[in-house]
């Protein structure tokens, strides 16, 4: 039974590869949770534009704002062109939807530590090298010149270290931890720097630390537990998540919520493996990242304890095939 009462208007977007097949059986697993949902199917990824040019047009992108949550298992497909997909698809949903909080949970093991560490990466989702800014002179010559400028604003940066901030306050440790490169990246870093001491001033209660972005990398594997919140900004957060995945289990486990706190739109939430498809169709893939992104998405619409007893149910490892880890996970819900 639905803890909040309501009934929840999912848009699935099953996408490319081992995606819906993830997905699927992350719904199996909601609805063994009790949650009351009804879902809608959008046929959108690498095979849809392969058939007839069709990344994310305006009509269809008005069309998910009216949903409470977007579910999306994974979007890629061989023979489409670097960017078409991830510009036209991903990055259309977090602009235009402003999703502008990217939320990664991280708990396991790292390998060579003996008890299991738990964070949390909060990614700014809509700034950062990603907007775009840039281009070619000369392409093709030996005198060609490309920039890929940072767009980094005061109230981006000042929401998503916000956020960050309220997030730490109703955890135990109460820290949050900015990484960034502020000894090279002087204008973006210092502007990132001010920012966070200013907020953390209105948090008393929480604890800060710095690091640099390289500096992060080595702790990420040498001591995670350090960790409590992290919030950086949008490159470093995506490179910085991928490493937090592999010391936590693997890439197969990490799930991820873009998230519009203002709750303007719908949120985005998705596993981050991507779309495998050498594997697809075969019923060999890992189905618990996209479960817990699920279970995120449940937390975002305010059923936490189904999310709770989800994040329970897949603490204990199922080893076998899409559908028997789906099943079996489904079963502890309902046992």
């Known amino acids: 039974m639905s803890n909040s009462g309501a009934q929840h208007r999912i848009a699935v977007i099953g996408g490319d590869g081992i995606g819906p097949e993830v997905t699927a059986v992350a719904l199996k697993v909601v609805a063994a949770a009790g949650v009351d949902m009804v879902t809608t199917e959008f046929d959108l990824g690498g095979a849809r534009y392969l058939r007839d040019g069709e990344v994310l047009s305006d009509e269809t992108l008005a069309e998910l704002r009216h949903f409470d949550a977007i579910l999306l298992g994974a979007v890629g497909t061989p023979g489409v062109p670097p960017g078409v997909i991830e510009r036209g698809l991903l990055l259309k949903m977090r602009f235009e939807l402003d999703l502008y909080v990217n939320q990664r949970p991280f708990v396991g093991t790292a390998p060579g530590h003996d008890r299991p560490h738990e964070f949390v990466v909060i990614r700014e989702n809509t700034e950062g090298p ?62 990132w720097e001010r920012t966070f001491d200013e907020v953390a001033a209105d948090y008393p209660d929480v604890g800060t630390a710095y690091n640099h972005v390289d500096a992060a990398c080595i702790y990420f594997v040498q001591d995670p537990h350090r ?109």
Do not use: W
């Open 227 to 335: 960790y409590d919140v992290v919030v950086t900004d949008n490159l470093f957060g995506d490179i910085l998540t991928d490493l937090g995945g592999a010391v936590s289990g693997g890439i197969g486990l990490a799930s991820s919520a873009n998230l519009n706190p203002a709750r303007t739109g719908p949120s985005m939430f998705e596993p981050v493996h991507g779309s495998a498809p050498d594997i697809a169709g075969q019923n060999v893939a890992n189905p618990v990242a996209a479960i817990l992104s699920a279970a995120l998405m449940l937390d975002f619409l305010d059923e936490t304890a189904a999310a709770d007893r989800i994040r329970a149910a897949c603490a204990e490892p199922v080893i076998g095939s899409t559908t028997h880890v789906g099943d079996e996970i489904a079963a502890r819900l309902q046992g």
């Open 130 to 191: 990603y907007v775009g800014e840039g281009g070619v002179l000369r392409k093709g010559t030996p005198f060609e010149v490309a920039t890929q400028g940072s767009v980094n604003t005061r109230m981006g940066v000042e929401r998503c270290i916000r956020y960050a901030f309220e997030l730490a306050a109703g955890r135990e440790r109460r820290h949050v931890t900015l990484v960034h490169k502020t000894n090279v990246l002087t204008f973006a870093g210092n502007l």
